[in-house]
């Protein structure tokens, strides 16, 4: 079957702007948890949804938000774009809980110039 | 807080021989899952090996083991019969169980020498 899917694979994007990343999950995983990936900070937990609502949040500023549809696809926005945003943004999903061992898309790499 | 250490930012191996890689947790949780994920250079990680906590005996994947020692909170990874492409980042993680958020370490990058 279909892994997680991301799309775009790479963004640049300027100053001030706003981006939005989707994911499709695994078919049937409700689960959708999104991560910050850059070189300093590591991997940094941002949000996840379950059936169309956060059940948990990480500590980024309100610029980051994030949203699930009722198949389960996810999007996140990010506003008023910084150059501290640039970094690989990856999207994991699982059936029900994280517990059960994410499975991670390729991830989306942002740019912010 | 929480937090997970991998102490060995590099490390390298000789292909076919054993390699374990280092990881040390903090939690004051009692019920929570230990992970090792393999991130290549194609970006998507790929879960390893998964341990619960409340279970004592070592998780085994086919050359990848681990050996968890719940009350020192230390779960390396034992690496068999290394091969060219295991060569990737590791990154051991942990979750909670009242939680879904994933905590991970900053990785260990994994070179195998042919």
């Known amino acids: 079957k279909a892994g997680v899917t991301q799309t775009p694979r790479y963004l640049i994007k300027t100053r001030g702007q706003q981006v939005t990343l989707s994911c499709s999950p695994i078919s049937g995983h409700r689960s959708v948890s999104w991560y910050q990936q850059t070189p300093g900070q590591g991997l940094q937990f941002l949000f996840e949804?379950?059936?169309?609502?956060?059940?948990n949040k990480g500590n980024f500023p309100g610029r980051f938000s994030g949203r699930q549809f009722s198949n389960s696809r996810s999007e996140m926005n990010v506003s008023t774009l910084e150059l501290g945003d640039s970094a690989l943004y990856l999207c994991a999903s699982s059936p029900h809980r994280g517990l059960d061992g994410y499975t991670f898309g390729s991830g989306t790499r942002l740019t912010v110039v | 807080a929480q937090t997970v250490t991998q102490s060995q930012p590099e490390m390298s191996v000789q292909e076919a021989e054993t390699v374990t890689l280092s990881c040390t947790y903090d939690t004051s949780e009692s019920d929570y899952y230990l992970f090792w994920y393999k991130q290549p250079p194609s970006r998507q990680m790929i879960l390893v090996i998964r341990q619960e906590a409340y279970k004592q005996q070592n998780a085994t994947e086919n050359r990848f083991s681990v050996n968890f020692q719940k009350a020192a909170k230390s779960f390396s990874l034992k690496i068999s019969d290394s091969q060219l492409g295991d060569a990737a980042m590791y990154f051991c993680a942990y979750i909670v169980n009242r939680d879904d958020k994933i905590i991970f370490g900053k990785g260990t990058r994994l070179h195998i020498l042919p």
């Open positions: 949804y379950f059936s169309e609502t956060q059940r």
